[in-house]
């Protein structure tokens, strides 16, 4: 998990997903300022335990 407070940088190729290193499509944006990329499987598998806790979701 990154963490920032500030606005993020796009999403590119080289981002891969935080739980398999496939490539990253989405970054969540946490309420408490941490970042989590995730690709599509794993979005669709954790999203909506993380909509809670999300600020915004970021697509590539």
């Not at 993020?8 to 970054?27: F, G, M, Q, V, Y």
């Not at 979005?43 to 806790?53: A, G, I, K, M, S």
């Amino acid at each position: 998990m990154i963490t920032t407070d500030g606005p993020t940088a796009p999403l590119t190729a080289a981002n891969r997903c935080d739980l398999c290193e496939s490539k990253a499509t989405t970054r969540a944006v946490l309420w408490s300022g941490g970042q989590l990329v995730f690709c599509d499987p794993h979005l669709r598998q954790y999203r909506p335990r993380l909509f809670p806790l999300t600020r915004r979701f970021e697509a590539r």
